[in-house]
């Protein structure tokens, strides 16, 4: 927490260290001054760090894949880790011991695709995907997956809108933005910091 400001963030391809964690790029980010950063506290029961590395895996390991461009706001969870072997098909969700192996089942990778915002305090539970530029309102646990550029808020999180017209996301998809180098990005700031998709398309034609 020392000499922490709101005004600086993590970037998490130079802090991130579980093999779990898949991070593309070099621009995305984790706000962490309120808090021990992004591994020790929105990233919880993902196997690989220094303690769990050491454990037997269950079965398969989900993993946390983080596109670039992906702002994640202060204090917001990510949970992983499957079921945590709660089991709610049997008569007892407490994890006895004895029965680990039967009970844990995973949940699939989670998955920040490029350009997406987590909303700060917002949880997001396991095997989620948040589309493409998609908005998670602060405060919101999100259960499902969320389409590219939608804005989504509550609990559950449901749509509250999209970004742009249906037309817009698809002819900004298929620009495949994040996909360009950074050079390129870099001499398209002034494109991508408007709602000008026409002078963008023409400058990509």
Known sequence: MQDKHWSRVEYLHLSVTNPNILIKGQHSYYSDCWDRGFEQSVVRYLHGDKVSQEWEPLGHID????????????????????????CIDFISLYPFVET???????????????????????????????GEGAVIAAGSVVTKDVPPY???GGNPARLIKYRFPEE????????????????????????????????????LA
Request: charged share 20%; glycine share 8%.
């Open 168 to 203: 817009m996301v698809t002819r900004v998809l298929k620009l495949a933005i994040y996909e360009r180098s950074d050079e390129e990005l870099k001499r398209l700031i002034p494109l991508l910091s408007s709602a000008d998709i026409s002078a963008l398309e023409a400058e």
């Open 150 to 152: 939608a804005v989504v």
């Open 63 to 86: 993993k946390l894949i983080i596109g670039d461009y992906v702002c994640i706001g202060a204090e917001s969870v990510i949970l992983m880790g499957g079921n945590h072997t709660h």
């Open 100 to 130: 680990l192996n039967t009970t844990y089942q995973p949940r699939g990778d989670t998955v920040l695709n490029d350009g997406c915002w987590l909303g700060i305090r917002c949880i997001l539970m396991p095997g989620v995907v948040v």
